[in-house]
């Protein structure tokens, strides 16, 4: 930021004005601010997912981190249970890739129950973006329009009509906040 305010100087002595704006940053901008390293030159700050993350703690991890996508967002996601089927947890036959391109490792755990959701890898994105809040649950391969959970070892039953719910990682969250086919309510 500090570059970007002394750049901002060089273009205000070369068009001989004041700009009006200086804008710039991302979420891990938000640091500079509170620890008052900001420049005052920035005068509108881009604070990206910033106020959405949750509290400066996390701001502060991200800031540390490689990826954001290491962080958990506020927000949740709902799919419904459209089918529920006991099947191998091993895939029969020659393995390929996923939706993704992704060649996946699994374990052989024998026959397990699994739900099948109404969302899948168009919506989300990655399988790993997901973080089910039902305790028991895995989420363990998709589809574009499907995700496949292993709901065997959940304590209650889980139905066909039953409203699943996960936390989000960031770009799950991003890519949700862009799929048409997913309905957004504001609570």
Request: with cysteine; aromatic share 6%; glycine share 10%.
């Amino acid at each position: 930021m500090v570059a970007l305010a002394k750049l901002a100087e060089r273009v205000e002595a070369e068009i001989g004005r004041e700009l009006e704006y200086v804008s710039g940053g991302a979420t891990t901008s938000l640091l500079g601010v509170y620890h008052g390293y900001m420049p005052d030159k920035i005068n509108m700050l881009r604070l990206g997912a910033g106020p959405l993350i949750g509290p400066l703690e996390d701001v502060r991890l991200c800031y540390n981190l490689e990826a954001m996508d290491e962080l958990e967002c506020p927000f949740v996601l709902k799919a419904e249970v459209i089918e529920l089927k006991v099947k191998a947890s091993y895939p029969q036959g020659e393995l390929g890739v996923d939706a993704a391109g992704k060649k996946r490792e699994y374990v052989d755990r024998g026959m397990r129950m699994r739900a099948l959701l109404a969302i899948g890898r168009a919506d989300y994105g990655d399988i790993d973006d997901l973080v089910p809040e039902m305790e028991g649950t895995t989420v363990i391969g998709a589809s574009g329009d499907h995700t496949i959970v292993d709901v065997e070892d959940v304590k209650d039953t889980v139905k066909i009509g039953d409203i699943m719910t996960f936390r989000l990682k960031y770009s799950a969250l991003l890519n949700l906040a862009e799929s048409e086919n997913v309905k957004k309510y504001e609570i």
